[in-house]
C-alpha cells in the first residue's frame, strides 16, 4: 500500500491540520452592488439618439443623460445613430436587449408621425417600443438664411408665391417633425417649395448658416441659439404667444397663419419586452431629472416646458403615440406630404 500523505508543517514544523468540513470556509458570493434591486441598471445606461449631433434631440438628450445618472447610480451615455429619418436608430433601440440598459430619445415625429410618412419601414413604434415618459415640450421656430435677405414671415410667402418651387426647406431627414413641419405650413398656406433632407437637424442648420438652403423649421432647443448667434433669422414661432426667450420673433398668426400650432412632445422610450421594474425605474429618474434646478433652468432658457404630471407617465405615451399617428396618417394622405 503507498504511505499514508504525511501532515503539512508550519514554518516551526508543527503539523497543521484541516478544520472538519462543518468548519471548511464557504465560497465567497458574488457581492452586490451598491443600490442594486428589482429594474436598478447594473452597467451604464445608452440613449440612442436617432439623429446626428449638433440637434434638437441631441442637446436635450445630453441634458436628460447627465441629469438621470445620479437618481440611476449609474452613467448614462449618448449614441447618435443617424440616418432614414431616425429609422436606423429606431431599429437599433427596437433590437437592443430589453433589459432596461438603453433607452431611445424621440419625439413626436420620430416616434409617432414618422410612421405615417415611411408605413413600409417595418418599424411601429407602438409595436416595437414601450413608453417611459414625455420630458419636455418645445416649440416649432421657422428661420431663414441670414444670406436670404428674408426678415419677415409674410416676406418669405411672398417670395414663395413668386418663385414657387424654387426656394427650398432644410430637414432633419423624411418623417422628422422638421420635416412634417414645412409640409404642414405649404398644406396650409397652399404653397410650393422644395423639402431637402438631411440626416439631423445639426446638418440642416449648418447649411442654412451658409446658405445652401433657405428655411427650416425646428424646435426652439436650435433656433434659439442659431438666432441669437446670427446663423439664422428667426422669423415666427408656434404658439398662442411670443416667448420671453426671444421677444422679438412674432408668432405664426401674427405672420397671418394663424392654423400653424406645432409645438412638439419629446420622449424617451425602451425596447419592448423591458421588464416594468426597470421602465418604472427609469421614469422615476426621469422626474428626478425634471426636479433638478440646472435641468429645469435649462429647459427654461431654450422655451422648453414640463408637461403636467399626468402627461409623463408611459401609459400617457402611450396614447399620446397612438393619437399622433392616426393625425398624421390622415394629415399625410389629405396633403400628399410622403411624396415629397
Not at 445620479?70 to 443617424?82: D, F, I, K, T
Not at 447649411?207 to 432647443?221: C, E, K, N, R, W
Amino acid at each position: 500500500m503507498p504511505p499514508e500523505p504525511r501532515p503539512q508543517s508550519r514554518a516551526n514544523g508543527d503539523p497543521v491540520h484541516a478544520p472538519p468540513a462543518s468548519r471548511q470556509p464557504r465560497p465567497a458570493r458574488p457581492r452586490r452592488r451598491p443600490g442594486a434591486g428589482p429594474g436598478i441598471p447594473q452597467r451604464t445606461v445608452t440613449v440612442i439618439v436617432p439623429s446626428a449631433p449638433g440637434g434638437t434631440l441631441d442637446a436635450l438628450a445630453r441634458f436628460f443623460a447627465q441629469a438621470m445618472a445620479p437618481a440611476l447610480q449609474r452613467g448614462v451615455v449618448v449614441e447618435n445613430v443617424s440616418g432614414a429619418g431616425g429609422l436606423i436608430g429606431l431599429q437599433r433601440a427596437a433590437r437592443a436587449e430589453p433589459d432596461g440598459h438603453v433607452l431611445v430619445f424621440g419625439n413626436m415625429g420620430v416616434l409617432a408621425a414618422g410612421m405615417a410618412l415611411n408605413p413600409d419601414s417595418g418599424f411601429d413604434p407602438r409595436r416595437d417600443l414601450a413608453p417611459v415618459g414625455v420630458v419636455a415640450e418645445v416649440p416649432m421656430v421657422l428661420a431663414a438664411s441670414p444670406a436670404s435677405g428674408i426678415r419677415s414671415l409674410p416676406a418669405l410667402l411672398d417670395r414663395f408665391r413668386r418663385q414657387p418651387g424654387r426656394l427650398s426647406f432644410g430637414t432633419a431627414g423624411l418623417g422628422t417633425t422638421s420635416h412634417l413641419a414645412p409640409g404642414f405650413l405649404l398644406h396650409l398656406t397652399g404653397l410650393q417649395a422644395t423639402l431637402v433632407a438631411y440626416r439631423g437637424s445639426g446638418p440642416a442648420m449648418n447649411d442654412l448658416a451658409a446658405g445652401v438652403v433657405d428655411a427650416v423649421i425646428d424646435q426652439t432647443v436650435t433656433m434659439i441659439p442659431a438666432h441669437r448667434g446670427g446663423q439664422a433669422f428667426a422669423l415666427a414661432v408656434a404658439g398662442p404667444g411670443r416667448i420671453p426667450q426671444v421677444p422679438d420673433v412674432p408668432t405664426f398668426a401674427e405672420g397671418g397663419v394663424p392654423g400653424f400650432d406645432m409645438v412638439i412632445w419629446n420622449a424617451f422610450a425602451a425596447p419592448r419586452g423591458t421588464p416594468a421594474a426597470a421602465i418604472a425605474r427609469l421614469h422615476d429618474s426621469l422626474e428626478a431629472a425634471l426636479r433638478d434646478p440646472d435641468l429645469q433652468r435649462r429647459l427654461a432658457e431654450l422655451a422648453s416646458s414640463i408637461p403636467p404630471a399626468e402627461a409623463r407617465g408611459p401609459a400617457a405615451m402611450g396614447r399620446l403615440i397612438a393619437a399622433d399617428v392616426a393625425k398624421w396618417t390622415e394629415f399625410v394622405r389629405q396633403s400628399g406630404l410622403a411624396k415629397e
